[in-house]
């Protein structure tokens, strides 16, 4: 699972340049201090808060107590109630299920009952002969006679061919003309037949009926009734007496062990549980999910005819992210039903859903709609990218709580604060109740413009990661590039920034490898040359977008896009080339020259 987390660079450091749109650029220029380049300012700065080690969030699994006799999950009736991401109700209904199962399994009853079924032998009975002694009485339809060699007995035969005898008891046997064949006891109850048509035979013994075709076999007890079939897989079908009990299909392999136990419920869910390998299939329809005794949930399509589930259409994290449409044409998203312990709350702010914690309430307030509606839209129609889903925006109530929401890995140092970033397409905002600037002006400059540009770029990484299908990396210059090319068409402060930034940074033959920006993310160097790479990634991006437009970019995006879990998927080098020549129809050593500056006019 690529957990890729796509960061901006924090605003360390001081450096004072009073930088215009037209400057002689010193040669040490480091542009890393984007505050007091925009603002000429340095009256304030960004905190600067310690470097700390952070474990990403550890989720545990309930521990409830389960009814293996009565699970609940029996009385679900939507299979949607199993497409969330909640490890806590996953967890619980995977040892519900595997306590209700193994209970089942190992059920005395059910193998006495498969013991009787495999013994009977169930053979159709001999007919008694249409003897008849003198007659009794003439029927429009047949005529009546003694029975003889039973005294007090019947037969009537009928001109159709069909004979009934009647005993003394009240018991009868009837043969009909096509050979099918029927006893009946004194209390009018089917005790034996044979019919011809599809060659069953039914016998009672006791207080059980035995009853064979030649594709199955089943007994009808006290106790429940139990049946075994041969095709299409060879399977016994256990369902017990009570009222409303369920049928419990054990299907076997060819030595005769135990594949499979499943039941389907009146809803139309239907459980398989797989003793092997521990697994249960939820399945409905044309879509299954699967639970894995690590608790890991997957959702794919499924092929009821082959019984075989298909592509993988979402991915459930432990944290309470959904991601899913991961295959398709339309783009991929994530929900979040975050399981984390701060206790956010949600709040629909225009087309974003706030999560944020009660005691941050009155910050919210900092929050725009009109200016979140604006750049949600412009978002969209600068990239021409599009998305399928509502987007989370989570303000976490501190700095612990935002390094772990940050921490991929066990004991990641954030050496630097990112003013906010943007995971598995939800954006992370820098925690509104902690000063990121010790000046008042610093704190304006955050709530009236920062937050709403670091909102755009997050934003393009989110819908970047949408229509790549969200689990496949794509070139981090390309997404680096197309969200900071978008932030420089809404905000000119940001422009003259980056293009100042861009033009050192070419000018002065700073750009770094292509192939390093293409697998390496901006945090994953030091801020100068972080800075370069979000330069020179911008540089190209609009290069692209001017020469070829914003549906030739796109489809390079899109080219990226792999079903999960495919060995075909490419790796991004040399992939990121071949797709570029594939979309643009332009050499890769071609593009870059299209970065060159313009001749200057004579
Ligand atoms: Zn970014």
Redesign the pocket.
């Known amino acids: 699972m690529n957990s890729l987390v ?3 660079v924090p605003l360390l450091g001081v450096l004072l340049f009073g930088l215009m749109a037209c400057v002689t650029v010193p040669k040490d220029y480091v542009p890393d201090q984007k505050v007091v380049f925009l603002m000429q300012n340095t009256d304030f700065g960004p905190i600067s808060y310690p470097a700390l080690a952070a474990d990403p969030y550890v989720f545990l699994p309930s521990t409830a107590a389960v009814d293996a006799e009565h699970p609940a999950f029996l009385q679900v009736t939507a299979f949607n109630t199993y497409l969330k991401a909640d490890l806590k109700a996953d967890s619980f209904l995977y040892r519900s299920a595997r306590a209700h199962f193994e209970s089942i399994l190992s059920l005395p009853l059910i193998a006495q009952l498969r013991i009787q079924l495999d013994q009977a032998q169930i053979q159709p009975p001999a007919a008694l002969a249409p003897d008849h002694g003198d007659k009794v009485q003439d029927y429009t339809n047949g005529t009546q006679y003694q029975y003889p060699g039973s005294p007090n007995s019947l037969i009537t035969i009928l001109n159709s061919g069909t004979y009934i005898i009647n005993f003394e008891d009240r018991s009868l046997f009837q043969a009909d003309a096509d050979g099918t064949l029927l006893w009946k006891d004194a209390q009018g109850n089917q005790t034996q037949y044979f019919n011809p048509k599809n060659r069953s035979v039914g016998i009672q013994l006791g207080d059980t009926l035995f009853e064979s075709t030649p594709v199955s076999r089943r007994l009808r007890g006290p106790q429940g009734t139990m049946e075994f079939m041969k095709a299409p897989q060879p399977q016994y079908r256990f369902t017990a007496l009570a009222k409303g009990a369920l049928p419990y299909v054990l299907f076997l392999d060819d030595s005769g062990g135990i594949l499979a136990c499943s039941v389907a419920t009146l809803s139309g869910l239907r459980y398989d549980w797989f003793p092997e390998d521990k697994s249960l299939l939820i399945t409905q329809g044309s879509q299954a999910i699967s639970l894995r005794d690590d608790f890991q949930k997957a959702h794919a399509t499924f092929n009821a005819d082959t019984r075989k589930p298909g592509e993988l259409l979402s991915l459930f994290l432990p944290q309470g992210v959904r991601l899913t449409n991961l295959t398709g044409k339309t783009p991929s998203w994530g929900e979040l039903t975050p399981a984390w312990p701060e206790g956010y709350v949600s709040k629909p702010m225009g087309p974003f859903d706030v999560w944020y914690t009660p005691k941050d309430q009155g910050l919210l307030a900092n929050l725009k709609v009109d200016k979140l509606v604006g750049l949600e839209a412009k978002d969209r129609s600068l990239t021409g990218l599009g998305t399928s889903a509502r987007h989370a925006v989570v303000i976490p109530p501190d700095l612990a709580a935002y390094r772990k929401l940050h921490a991929s890995k066990p004991g990641e140092v954030l050496h630097w604060y990112p003013s906010g970033f ?1 995971t598995l397409d939800y954006i992370i905002l820098w925690p509104f109740s902690v000063p990121r600037y010790d000046q008042p002006a610093g704190q304006d400059y955050f709530y009236n413009q920062e937050i709403y540009e670091i909102l755009a ?2 934003y393009v ?1 989110a819908l970047v990661g949408e229509n790549s299908g969200i689990v496949h990396p794509v070139p981090v210059w390309l ?2 590039g197309l ?1 900071v090319y978008t932030e420089c068409q809404l905000f000119p402060d940001a422009k003259k920034y980056w293009e100042t930034t861009l033009t050192v940074a070419r000018d002065q033959g700073r750009f770094l490898p292509w192939d390093d920006v293409t697998v390496k993310g ?1 945090g994953e160097y030091p801020v100068a040359q972080a800075r370069t790479h979000y330069a020179q990634s911008y540089g190209l991006v609009k290069a692209l977008m001017g020469h070829f437009g914003a549906a030739k970019v796109d489809a390079y995006i899109q080219s990226f896009r792999a079903i999960p879990g495919d060995e075909g998927n490419k790796a991004l080098i040399p992939g990121y080339q071949t797709n570029f020549l594939a979309v643009f129809g332009v050499s890769w050593t071609k593009a870059l020259d299209l970065m060159k500056p313009e001749p200057a006019k004579s």
């Open positions: 796509l960061s901006r943007e770029h997050e990484h997404n680096e969200a901006t």
